[in-house]
């Protein structure tokens, strides 16, 4: 079982930079932004994909990817993860043979920052798909996004980053972050997928858009509610209602919607009792 409550690693070397420039009056100033770098991602002797990430967590981003894409099944036996941080590049080895050319032969761009990457069959898997009926408590949804909002993490410190996070009713398991919300769905993908986390009683809480893809990649992990600060997309929602996942956005201060799976919803605080969110408070979402 992996140690969670999972977090930012502030300290890791490498995640940031200091660096110089000048503000609108002229004066020098000096931030930090946030480093990105390429990781390479092999399945056995194939090469899969470039990632460009921020480089914490290569290993679960791999798993992650990989079982996204449907190129790692459940019932896979794993005999390695091997990270090479000289040549950025993580192999994961299998008992399985593997071959994907003809599915690798037909990709999807999608939209969003660091741009994703699917492949053509990206609703397989989806047919057929029952997510667990199971509750989520609003008095669970604000309390989780209080805490979120107000946890350390790369975003309040450089920005330019998005933010995913693995709860189970009122508290985060595991917070992972990347240039791209792809890239930190996939990570909580990988922790779950190592470490055998059940995806029944789970919450999915995106800093980004609800977009095709996140709620797509959110319903083959079998997690039944996604929510998010953000907006959504159509198709996000249309795919959403097909496969019964619950989707909850703008959620800011006391305000929420919910426009998928309302059934789920449990209504046990008045909002009224949630303080209001200020103008300049709390993280902005996709920023």
């Not at 409550?5 to 660096?19: A, E, W, Y």
């Not at 209080?146 to 709860?167: D, F, M, R, W």
């Not at 009683?201 to 083959?220: F, H, P, W």
Request: glycine share 10%; net charge negative; hydrophobic share 35%.
């Amino acid at each position: 079982m992996a140690p969670f409550p999972l977090m930012p690693d502030l300290s890791r070397p490498g995640l940031t930079r200091r660096v110089t420039g000048h503000d609108q009056t002229g004066a020098e100033t000096e931030i930090s932004v946030v480093e990105e770098r390429p990781l390479t991602i092999y399945l056995n002797r194939q090469e899969v994909v470039t990632a460009m990430t921020i480089g914490d967590y290569p290993d679960y981003l791999a798993l992650g990817f990989l079982r996204n894409q449907g190129m790692l099944r459940d019932d896979d036996v794993l005999t390695g993860v091997d990270y090479d941080e000289e040549i950025e590049a993580v192999v994961v080895r299998t008992q399985r043979q593997t071959s994907y050319e003809e599915k690798m032969a037909k990709k999807t761009r999608t939209s969003g920052c660091a741009v994703g990457t699917v492949f053509g069959d990206m609703m397989e898997g989806l047919e057929g798909l029952t997510l667990p009926q199971t509750e989520v408590r609003t008095s669970w949804l604000y309390a989780l996004a209080k805490q979120i909002n107000t946890t350390p993490s790369l975003y309040l410190e450089a920005g330019a980053i998005h933010g995913t996070v693995l709860c189970q009713q009122d508290r985060p398991l595991a917070y992972m972050e990347d240039v791209g919300r792809h890239n930190a769905v996939d990570k909580i993908a990988g922790v779950m997928f190592r470490h055998g986390v059940s995806a029944d009683d789970k919450i999915l809480y995106t800093t980004g858009r609800l977009t095709s893809e996140m709620v797509i990649k959110t319903a083959l992990m079998g997690i039944p509610v996604l929510a998010s600060r953000s907006g959504f997309t159509a198709w996000g929602v249309e795919i959403a209602r097909q496969v019964g996942l619950t989707v909850i956005g703008r959620m800011r201060g006391q305000r929420f919607v919910c426009l998928s799976g309302e059934e789920r919803l449990v209504r046990d605080v008045d909002p009224a009792s949630i303080p209001e969110e200020g103008r300049r408070s709390g993280r902005k979402a996709g920023a």
